[in-house]
């Protein structure tokens, strides 16, 4: 169990069951810790991310057409040192971060990977991977065991002309997730929804039921990196953003498996008015960037998401970045200059207007709404 | 209004290395599994207090 201080009390992490628990004053008292300095702050953001999210490499032995990171093969060249990883891991884990998403391009390529994992895990917190599930055998299995869970990416189960991911088969896929389970991984599958591959959802559903899979987190198209150039053709229609919340709910209940959809999905969950007191109470939020999130890049530059524009900050000097970095800043104060219709929405608490990333790349102007938020799209029709 | 003592948990690892995942199921739970999910949880960490001082006085 780890426990960190907050303003409002403090966040306890457990592995059994895997989660955080965020908890307010007396209770934090009533398990012996007493008092902090944070107590007595005003500050209402978080004091230090709960996850990082690490690109570990830009060497990728794949070339997706819609990769965020811009990754592919010789492209690991500005990678950080193996030592430099270390200094990063150890001054992130004093300021008590619980979580580090491990990825890359593709992580499995850096011979150094496990034991920059276990090196995790021996300073406190616990390491995630994200894989392509094309570089799998029973000794990388078994080290796998370090992580907390494996997701591999896995968009469609078809070969169509309209997949974005390298052309992988699928058996190559399967083999990995039987290797990783095999040797007792928790294996989910990551999944980018595009306008493609929406109607095979149920598909991915069933999939990952038949070889029982702990989840699929299902991610909305970023227009970053090379994704910048297939958005327009790739992204979802705004009755798909409509439909997808009933419909993962339906697919949840028909096919009890746990489905997730990431936090730039926010909007089109609150578009359908969900129990406020239920989103609160498992802390569901839009955008996490620069409060409970922050990422690095290979070549070690901050940023307050994954998809976010670096900070002028390096690795070396994360907690500087996080303290006073101004594009931190612009993301977790966004409700103070929230402008309409995100202003008057009943959600603006919750889903913090959205995706900024996808707003400011489409829209050139980090301040407006998510231009694919429902909200927004009826508003704007209204107009 | 808040629950008191625990007021919100996040479930689960985020082995998504590019953004945080939201799990759907909770919206089909009930408030009494909701409830038990809140009791067995704080049970769990008093376990962890409870033990961590047995290993102080030992």
């Given at each position: 169990m780890k426990v960190r201080y907050e303003s409002f009390g403090g966040i306890i992490g457990l592995e059994k069951p895997e989660s955080l628990i965020f908890a307010d004053k007396s209770f934090m008292k009533k398990m012996g810790y007493l008092h902090s300095d944070l107590w007595d702050a005003k500050q209402k953001r978080l004091s230090a991310p709960t996850e990082i999210h690490f690109s570990l490499t830009g060497e990728c032995n794949q070339n997706c057409q819609h990769c965020y990171m811009n990754s592919g093969p010789n492209k690991g060249n500005e990678d950080l040192s193996f030592d430099e990883v270390i200094a990063f891991v150890d001054e992130v884990a004093e300021m008590s971060v619980f979580h580090m998403a491990l990825g890359g391009g593709?992580?499995?390529?850096?011979?150094?990977l496990f034991e920059i994992a276990k090196y995790i895990r021996k300073k406190g917190m616990v390491p995630n991977l994200t894989t392509n599930g094309t570089i799998m055998d029973e000794n990388i299995a078994k080290q796998c065991n370090i992580f907390g869970q494996i997701n591999i990416s896995l968009d469609s189960l078809s070969l169509s002309q309209?997949?974005?991911?390298?052309?992988?088969?699928?058996n190559t896929i399967i083999k990995s997730i039987e290797l990783l389970k095999k040797k007792k991984n928790k294996v989910g599958i990551n999944s980018v929804v595009n306008r493609y591959n929406f109607g095979e959802i149920e598909n991915l559903v069933q999939f990952a039921k038949k070889y029982k899979l702990q989840d699929i987190e299902f991610l909305r198209l970023k227009p970053?990196?090379?994704?910048k150039l297939v958005y327009d053709k790739y992204k979802c229609t705004p009755e798909q953003h409509l439909e997808f919340f009933p419909l993962l709910i339906k697919l949840s209940k028909k096919y009890k498996i746990s489905l997730k959809m990431d936090c730039s999905y926010v909007p089109m969950l609150c578009a359908h008015n969900p129990d406020k007191k239920l989103l609160e109470q498992f802390y569901i939020r839009g955008c996490f960037g620069g409060d409970m999130l922050a990422s690095v890049s290979p070549s070690g530059d901050v940023s307050p998401c994954s998809f976010a524009s670096p900070s002028h900050y390096k690795a070396n000097e994360f907690k500087k970045a996080w303290n006073q970095s101004e594009i931190f800043k612009k993301f977790y104060t966004w409700e103070e200059k929230a402008p309409e219709p995100c202003r008057s929405c009943p959600y603006l608490e919750i889903s913090r207007g959205g995706c900024h990333v996808v707003t400011e790349l489409v829209t050139?102007?980090?301040?407006?709404?998510?231009?694919?938020c429902p909200r927004v799209v009826e508003w704007r029709n209204k107009k | 209004m808040k629950r008191k003592g625990i007021f919100a948990i996040k479930l689960g690892y985020n082995p998504n290395s590019s953004s945080i995942g939201l799990g759907i199921r909770i919206f089909l739970w009930s408030s009494l599994s909701i409830g038990l999910l809140f009791a067995y949880v704080s049970y769990i960490i008093s376990r962890h207090k409870k033990s961590k001082k047995k290993e102080k006085h030992d």
């Amino acid at each position: 169990m780890k426990v960190r201080y907050e303003s409002f009390g403090g966040i306890i992490g457990l592995e059994k069951p895997e989660s955080l628990i965020f908890a307010d004053k007396s209770f934090m008292k009533k398990m012996g810790y007493l008092h902090s300095d944070l107590w007595d702050a005003k500050q209402k953001r978080l004091s230090a991310p709960t996850e990082i999210h690490f690109s570990l490499t830009g060497e990728c032995n794949q070339n997706c057409q819609h990769c965020y990171m811009n990754s592919g093969p010789n492209k690991g060249n500005e990678d950080l040192s193996f030592d430099e990883v270390i200094a990063f891991v150890d001054e992130v884990a004093e300021m008590s971060v619980f979580h580090m998403a491990l990825g890359g391009g593709e992580s499995l390529l850096r011979s150094d990977l496990f034991e920059i994992a276990k090196y995790i895990r021996k300073k406190g917190m616990v390491p995630n991977l994200t894989t392509n599930g094309t570089i799998m055998d029973e000794n990388i299995a078994k080290q796998c065991n370090i992580f907390g869970q494996i997701n591999i990416s896995l968009d469609s189960l078809s070969l169509s002309q309209e997949q974005m991911r390298d052309t992988v088969d699928i058996n190559t896929i399967i083999k990995s997730i039987e290797l990783l389970k095999k040797k007792k991984n928790k294996v989910g599958i990551n999944s980018v929804v595009n306008r493609y591959n929406f109607g095979e959802i149920e598909n991915l559903v069933q999939f990952a039921k038949k070889y029982k899979l702990q989840d699929i987190e299902f991610l909305r198209l970023k227009p970053q990196g090379r994704g910048k150039l297939v958005y327009d053709k790739y992204k979802c229609t705004p009755e798909q953003h409509l439909e997808f919340f009933p419909l993962l709910i339906k697919l949840s209940k028909k096919y009890k498996i746990s489905l997730k959809m990431d936090c730039s999905y926010v909007p089109m969950l609150c578009a359908h008015n969900p129990d406020k007191k239920l989103l609160e109470q498992f802390y569901i939020r839009g955008c996490f960037g620069g409060d409970m999130l922050a990422s690095v890049s290979p070549s070690g530059d901050v940023s307050p998401c994954s998809f976010a524009s670096p900070s002028h900050y390096k690795a070396n000097e994360f907690k500087k970045a996080w303290n006073q970095s101004e594009i931190f800043k612009k993301f977790y104060t966004w409700e103070e200059k929230a402008p309409e219709p995100c202003r008057s929405c009943p959600y603006l608490e919750i889903s913090r207007g959205g995706c900024h990333v996808v707003t400011e790349l489409v829209t050139h102007d980090f301040f407006a709404p998510d231009p694919d938020c429902p909200r927004v799209v009826e508003w704007r029709n209204k107009k | 209004m808040k629950r008191k003592g625990i007021f919100a948990i996040k479930l689960g690892y985020n082995p998504n290395s590019s953004s945080i995942g939201l799990g759907i199921r909770i919206f089909l739970w009930s408030s009494l599994s909701i409830g038990l999910l809140f009791a067995y949880v704080s049970y769990i960490i008093s376990r962890h207090k409870k033990s961590k001082k047995k290993e102080k006085h030992d």
